[in-house]
Structure formats: structure tokens, C-alpha cells
């Protein structure tokens, strides 16, 4: 079974639009983050999630908004997409001890 | 925010040679390092980890050594083959649990 799972894996959208990428983890973890990695494979994190509390919120656009409707679930939810989204995102989820696990990652391109 | 950063972007070894992927760090109050694999298409993949009351910590073909002194952290492959060619990230842990990753190094392993 995947841990953490994201969907879509590939998600192509012209600017202007607004869209969702879901996250889901079966391992029971109370926190899950969301994380940008650019195109030099920097990754920085952007939000995360601990029993539907926001804990941190890194300097990321109001634009993009994290939605919680469980304890399994964090979304991503990215309104006016701009040619600067275009990244790879990644879910965590955290481990006890401190180790995150991440999801497969979702491929976005804004055209 | 934290820094953490890597000697070399890239690295190229020969196959069945032991490779060692170094990282330097800012913060002193860190007390958790990780290092992540990430294969082309994947997310990161955890490896091995470190808690600053060690020095150093042996896995399956991989070794982690931490100097609090310098505050550098290293990874060591032993045996190298063709399916550890990735980008290897290192991630340090200080306070809450938020990672702060290092820029990468792509490893190459020379068949």
C-alpha cells in the first residue's frame, strides 16, 4: 500500500486558473506538509498541518491555500495560477522521531 | 531561516568505488539530520538519519558522520552502484519539526 499518495501526478494549466492537488497518507501521522521544489530540485517547505492546525506558513503567496477535511488528507489549493507555479509539489507526512515521508509528487506546468 | 548547503552539485564515481556526498550546515541548535535519495520522477526517499548526541551511524552500504565542530555533515556509499545514481539531499531539524533541506547533490555512477 502507498503511504502518501498524491493526485494528479501530472497537472498542465494555463495561467489564470485555479487548481487542486490532494494529498492523502494511510500511516496515521498527525502532520503533513506541503513542499515546492523548483526546477534546480530545491526543495522548500510550504505549509504544514497538524490535526487541522495550521503550524507553519513559510513566505508562500496567499494564493495558495492548504485544506484539511481529515486527518489523512491535506490539499493544496492554488487560485490565479501564474508561469511562476510551475514546480514539482510534494506531500509529507511525519514520522515520529522527526522523518518525513514523502509522496510520489505532482508535475505542475502553468502555460 | 536555516541554510544548509552542499560542497559539490555533482558527483561522479565509478561503479563499485565508495562515494562521499558532503553537507554544511548554519544552525548550531540543530539536533536532526537526515539524508534523502531522490530518484529522477520520485519524491525523496529516506536513507539514513543522525541525532546530534552521535557522530556517526552505519546503515545497509551507508555510513553518516556528523561534526558539530565544523558543523558538516557526510554520507558514505559504500560500493557504489548504478541504482544510487539520484540526488542526494541532506536535512537538518532544529525546535519544531520542520526540515530545512540542502540544495542537492547529483550523484553519477560510471558503470
Known amino acids: 500500500d502507498t503511504a502518501v499518495s498524491q493526485t494528479p501526478k501530472y497537472l498542465v494549466t494555463q495561467m489564470g486558473n485555479d487548481k487542486s492537488i490532494k494529498c492523502e497518507q494511510n500511516l496515521g501521522h498527525d502532520t503533513m506538509y506541503w513542499y515546492k521544489q523548483d526546477s534546480k530540485k530545491f526543495l522548500k517547505i510550504m505549509f504544514s498541518y497538524n490535526n487541522k492546525e495550521l503550524i507553519i506558513n513559510e513566505t508562500v503567496p496567499n494564493r495558495f491555500s492548504p485544506k484539511s477535511p481529515d486527518k489523512a488528507h491535506l490539499n493544496l489549493h492554488i487560485n490565479s495560477l501564474e508561469l511562476g507555479d510551475s514546480a514539482v509539489y510534494f506531500c509529507a507526512s511525519l514520522i515520529e522521531g522527526g522523518t518525513q515521508y514523502f509522496g510520489p509528487g505532482t508535475r505542475l506546468l502553468v502555460l | 531561516g536555516e541554510s544548509v548547503g552542499l560542497h559539490l552539485p555533482t558527483l561522479s564515481v565509478q561503479e563499485g568505488d565508495n562515494s562521499i556526498i558532503n553537507c554544511a550546515y548554519s544552525?548550531?541548535?540543530?539536533?536532526?539530520f537526515i539524508w534523502y535519495k531522490q530518484e529522477s520522477g520520485k519524491g525523496p526517499q529516506f536513507i539514513i538519519d543522525?541525532?546530534?548526541?552521535?557522530d556517526k551511524r552505519q546503515g545497509q552500504r551507508v555510513t553518516v558522520l556528523l561534526n558539530k565542530t565544523v558543523k558538516h555533515l557526510s554520507l558514505q556509499i559504500a560500493a557504489t552502484q548504478p541504482g544510487d545514481s539520484a540526488v542526494y539531499f541532506c536535512a537538518e531539524k532544529s525546535g519544531a519539526n520542520n526540515l530545512f533541506f540542502g540544495t542537492g547533490t547529483r550523484l553519477t555512477v560510471i558503470p
Open positions: 543522525i541525532r546530534s548526541n552521535m
Open positions: 544552525n548550531s541548535a540543530s539536533d536532526y
